[in-house]
Every structure is written in structure tokens, then in C-alpha cells.
């Protein structure tokens, strides 16, 4: 028996240094089954909370309900008391009393109800909330953890290759030749463009667009009653040919 003992407590350790090592391999999973395990604990407390929430509704109901009965048995007992019938209303009246005390002891009940409610739910939030904040940190240390990680990965691969700038000469050359290539077809490009542009046509344009705006404001502020401010650009002044010899001796 002893020996099957002692083999029972090596195989719970081996067990257990498995399992150990996949958690440290694994701490994404470990927090989503913490996760699952608290979604399933809310929602058994939510389950609760809905039977506290739907015993305070069905006080509510009954509160409404004996009210409205109190209200028909105090007109009865007014009723019968003015015909004269005072056993009836005698009655009436007993059935008011006990009534009342059962609206007493409803009211009552609602409100320890409502304040169990509200106190439960005041709980589930900040329980709520410091899980949120809780996995939010955890997160955090997890990417750190993660980062810091993939930075010794990256040392250790970099202290196990011994290279030099030199070793890649001759990708590097071409390298710089595809670019300067590519660099001479651009340029050749951007210059036939350049020279294909019609630059009066362009300077005309843009003479005409500015005559248009300046009738465009000078009529809006004759509209207004507004004198036109004088531009400063002075107007191109009118072409005149050239006068010959023979124009100017016979003038």
C-alpha cells in the first residue's frame, strides 16, 4: 500500500509540473477561463437579483391592488352607513382594518425589498468593476511581458550572427542601380511634362479668373449701394500701333 501511495503522490507531482509549465505557456488562456469563470458567477448573482427585482414587482402589484380594494370598502362602509345598515358596514369596516395592517406589512416588505436590491446591485457593480480593472492590468503586464520577450528573442538571435555591411555589397550595388534607374525615368518624365505645359495659356487663365472675380465683386457692392474700392493692379493699357511715316505727315 505504501508503494502505491508514493507512486500516487509522484504521478500528482508530475501532473502538476505539467500542467504548471502549459499555464506559464500559455497566461492568454489562464485569463480567459478567468474570465468565463466570473461571466458564469454573474450571471447566477444577476440570476438572483432578477428574483429579488420580481419579488419587489409583485409587492408593488399586491400594494396596488389592496389599494384600490381599501379605497372601494371605505365608499361601501359610507354607503351603508348613511342607509342605516350598520352590521354591514360594522363588517365592512373589520375587513378595512385588516386591510390596512396587510398594506402595512406590504409596504414594509417592499421596502426592505428595494433597499436588498439596491445594495445587491451597488455590490455586483464595483465587483464588476474591479474585475474590469483587474484583466485591464493584467493586459498590460502581459504585452510588457510579451515585448520584453521579443526583445531577448531578438538579442539572442542577433548575438548568434556575425555579419558586416561589406557582406552585402553586392545586393547593395544593386540596389543603387534599380533606384538611380528608376530615378533618371522619373526625372525624364517630370521634365517632358514640364515642357508640354502651355505657361501663357496657364498665365491667361489665371488673368481671366481674376477679371471675373473683381466684376463679380464690383457688381454685388453696386447692388449694395457700395462704391467699388479701386484695385490696386493698374489695367493693361491698350494696345496702339505703330504709327508709319506717311501716317504721321498725313495727319
Do not use: C, W
Not at 75 to 96: D, F
Not at 205 to 221: C, D, G, M, P, V
Amino acid at each position: 500500500m505504501a508503494i502505491f501511495a508514493r507512486i500516487g503522490r509522484l504521478f500528482k507531482g508530475f501532473l502538476s509540473l505539467f500542467v504548471s509549465g502549459i499555464e506559464r505557456r500559455n497566461p492568454e488562456a489562464l485569463m480567459e477561463a478567468a474570465r468565463q469563470e466570473f461571466r458564469d458567477r454573474m450571471a447566477q448573482y444577476n440570476g438572483a437579483l432578477a428574483r429579488l427585482a420580481g419579488i419587489a414587482e409583485r409587492l408593488k402589484a399586491q400594494i396596488r391592488a389592496k389599494t384600490t380594494k381599501a379605497q372601494d370598502l371605505e365608499r361601501r362602509i359610507l354607503a351603508n352607513h348613511r342607509a342605516n345598515n350598520l352590521e354591514l358596514a360594522g363588517s365592512l369596516a373589520r375587513e378595512l382594518q385588516e386591510l390596512k395592517a396587510d398594506l402595512t406589512t406590504d409596504t414594509q416588505e417592499l421596502s426592505e425589498t428595494e433597499d436588498a436590491y439596491q445594495a445587491n446591485m451597488r455590490q455586483a457593480k464595483v465587483v464588476q468593476k474591479e474585475f474590469e480593472d483587474k484583466v485591464q492590468r493584467l493586459d498590460r503586464q502581459l504585452s510588457q511581458v510579451k515585448v520584453k520577450e521579443a526583445q531577448a528573442e531578438a538579442a539572442s538571435a542577433l548575438g548568434g550572427v556575425a555579419f558586416k555591411v561589406g557582406d552585402l555589397g553586392d545586393t547593395m550595388k544593386t540596389v543603387e542601380e534599380v533606384l538611380n534607374k528608376r530615378y533618371e525615368l522619373s526625372a525624364g518624365k517630370a521634365r517632358v511634362a514640364k515642357d508640354m505645359v502651355d505657361i501663357h495659356a496657364v498665365e491667361e487663365k489665371e488673368s481671366e479668373r481674376k477679371a471675373l472675380e473683381h466684376n463679380a465683386l464690383a457688381e454685388f457692392l453696386a447692388s449694395q449701394g457700395i462704391a467699388a474700392t479701386p484695385t490696386t493692379e493698374s489695367a493693361p493699357a491698350p494696345a496702339t500701333k505703330d504709327i508709319g511715316p506717311a501716317q504721321q505727315t498725313n495727319q
